[in-house]
Every structure is written in structure tokens, then in C-alpha cells.
């Protein structure tokens, strides 16, 4: 049992008590704009995985029906550079799924550390994850938030995670993602399409957010910084970044 959650006592004991008799919750291990990651275990399977867990004011305004069709749409995602999805459901009132936990780091945590990435790594890493994206765009899926974050190291290899929940959260509608104060997206990696509040956001979108991503491996920075999230999304939108 975990000693600490960024979830509410109440809601993390009644997903916890929901969950038991399939997975043992053991440590938070991050938390982000959409939900808190646990590390867990598959007493089914005895494994290792990744418990991730919907913000409850989040999921209020994605619903159950509207969250778990999409999840069920990227666990179809059969990639060896996509995270695949192997559960989900709702426990304790809250939206979860489940996937591997990667024995690794984040890109974004490799570059805190080391700020920027020798060419050939950052290529390598860019055409893994462009390879991804090419599979999930043939079908039909757009993730919406490629970012450092997002992208997993474990072995050498680059892997994309959180398709599904982008586009659970970004079909629950403007007003609704308004009232929880959550935009889908990273500022430093948004198109000018998502800055703009586009509903024509397609497969664009996500490789101007991949070569952002490139960007910064490559430079040490995203291509555009600044005070505020206001500022950099006005960037992406009119301004032209530094070569």
C-alpha cells in the first residue's frame, strides 16, 4: 500500500479497495496534468505495471462511456514504439488504465539531466517515435500531446505513450476541459492549430509537436520560450523559431 497519493484519501482507499483482488497498488510514481501513475502489481499475471489514474475532476468531465472507448481504440495499437494499453476500467468512482511499466526514464527527464542529445541519438529517437505516429495515423489516431514527457526510453529505444487518454480528453469539448482548467496540449510543443483552438486539428498537429521535440534535443531549449504559456502559444502562432 502506498504511503502517499496526489489523489484524495477517500477516492485513492475506494480505488485501492476496488482493485484488490487483480492489483496491488505499491508507490505514486509521477503525476501530471491529466492523472497520477502508480506502480502496481499484476497479482493475476505477477508483473510489474503502470497503474494510471484519471484526475477525478478530469474525469467528470470526460465520462466513463467517452474514456474507455478511447482507451480500448490505442490498446488496438500494436506497435513495438507505442506503450500498449493491457486494462481499464473504473474503481472507487475513478478512471484508470493499465500498462507496462518501463524499466527507464522519460525524455523529459533525460533532458533535464543532460539538456541536450547527441545528433544521432536525437534522430534515432525522432524516427522511432515518427515511426509510431505514422502507424497510429493510418489508423485514424492522433495523440495530441507529443512531448518529452510522453516519450519513454527503456533499452535504447523510444516509446510513445498516452494515446488514448489526448483524445478521451480533448473530445470532452472546450467548455467542459475550460471548467477544469485543462487544455490538451503542451504549450512548448502545440501546434499553431491547437493554440488556436482548432477543431481541425489532424495528423499535422503531431508532427510539428515531433519536431519540436527534435528541436530541443537537438538545441537545448523548445523551440519557443518565454514568461508565460500565453507567450509561447502566441510564438507558435506568429513568430518563427531560431535556426
Known amino acids: 500500500m502506498t504511503e502517499t497519493s496526489s489523489l484524495p484519501r477517500e477516492q485513492f482507499d ?14 505514486e510514481v509521477g503525476a501530471g496534468g491529466m492523472g497520477v501513475v502508480f506502480r ?3 497479482l493475476r499475471h ?9 484526475r477525478p475532476e478530469l474525469a467528470l468531465s470526460v465520462g466513463n462511456e467517452r474514456f474507455l472507448r478511447e482507451i480500448r481504440i490505442e490498446a488496438g495499437l500494436n506497435h513495438p514504439h507505442i506503450l500498449p ?25 533525460r533532458l533535464k539531466r543532460e539538456k541536450q542529445l ?32 510522453n516519450i ?46 482548432d477543431d481541425g486539428v489532424d495528423v499535422r498537429s503531431d508532427l510539428y509537436s515531433l519536431g ?3 528541436y530541443e534535443m537537438l538545441a537545448g531549449q523548445p523551440p519557443f520560450v518565454g514568461p508565460s504559456s500565453d507567450s509561447v502559444v502566441r510564438q507558435h502562432m506568429t513568430a518563427q523559431a531560431t535556426s
Open 212 to 214: 519540436c521535440v527534435l
Open 118 to 149: 547527441p545528433c544521432n541519438e536525437a534522430l534515432r529517437i525522432c524516427r522511432e517515435i515518427a515511426d509510431a505516429l505514422q502507424f497510429a495515423h493510418a489508423h485514424d489516431v492522433i495523440h495530441r500531446d507529443v512531448k518529452p514527457g
Open 152 to 197: 519513454l526510453l527503456e533499452s535504447g529505444h523510444a516509446i510513445l505513450a498516452d494515446f488514448g487518454l489526448a483524445k478521451a480528453v480533448s473530445v470532452a469539448g472546450d467548455e467542459a476541459l475550460t471548467r477544469t482548467g485543462f487544455a490538451v496540449g503542451t504549450p512548448a510543443y502545440s501546434s499553431p492549430e491547437q493554440a488556436a483552438a
Open 85 to 109: 494499453v493491457y486494462d481499464s476500467g473504473e474503481g472507487g468512482g475513478l478512471l484508470y488504465c493499465v500498462m507496462p511499466f518501463v524499466e527507464g526514464e522519460s525524455l523529459s527527464d
Open 14 to 27: 475506494a480505488l485501492e479497495e476496488t482493485l484488490r483482488e487483480h492489483y496491488a497498488i505499491e508507490e
Open 46 to 54: 505477477d508483473r510489474t505495471v503502470a497503474l494510471k489514474v484519471l
Open 40 to 42: 502496481a502489481k499484476d
